[in-house]
């Protein structure tokens, strides 16, 4: 069982090389990918500087570090990117790199992703209070109801399908 593990790893090793030599031929550096990123708005990524250590070949540092796991994933730093870099991917890879080295993954992603199986959303859907400190809902604000799968083990094995395929 050791070697399908190998196999990805090694899949993930080649990913993270053609990601470091597409943007050491494109990024230079302009950080306009921090300058829209929301993780760095809360939590101080910078994606232009993790782009600068993949650069530099401190992917182990990157992989043990706990700045990877901060990205959320809202693909503004692809967009914004002039040269059109992706510090998004580079930290997905760096995050599947994590994964298959043992390292431990944060609490909360683990209990978001039993959230996902258990209701099919990562939080129940809450309640809010107004200015005025009533305790509404989403309908009484208008808003659109939220949909929850409707075969529960359907939408489970769903995702465990798409967590055991290759990353």
């Not at 994964?99 to 996902?116: A, F």
Request: hydrophobic share 35%; net charge positive.
């Amino acid at each position: 069982m050791g070697e399908p593990q190998a196999d990805l790893k090694k899949e993930i090793n080649d990913r993270l090389t053609k990601l470091t030599d597409e943007i050491s031929e494109y990024c230079f550096q302009c950080a306009k990918c921090t300058s829209g990123c929301e993780a760095h708005k809360l939590l101080e990524l910078e994606p232009h500087k993790i782009v600068a250590l993949l650069k530099r070949g401190l992917i182990n540092e990157l992989v043990n570090s706990d700045v990877i796991w901060t990205c959320m994933s809202c693909q503004k730093c692809r967009e914004r990117c002039p040269q059109r870099v992706a510090p998004v991917e580079i930290l997905y890879a760096l995050k599947n790199m994590a994964v298959i080295s043992g390292k431990q993954i944060p609490g909360k992603y683990t209990g978001m992703l039993q959230s996902i199986l258990s209701i099919g959303l990562i939080q129940d859907i809450q309640q809010t209070t107004t200015r005025s400190n009533k305790t509404v809902k989403r309908e009484d604000l208008g808003l659109p109801t939220l949909s929850k799968p409707t075969d529960a083990a359907k939408f489970q094995a769903g995702i465990m399908k798409i967590a055991m395929e290759k990353v």
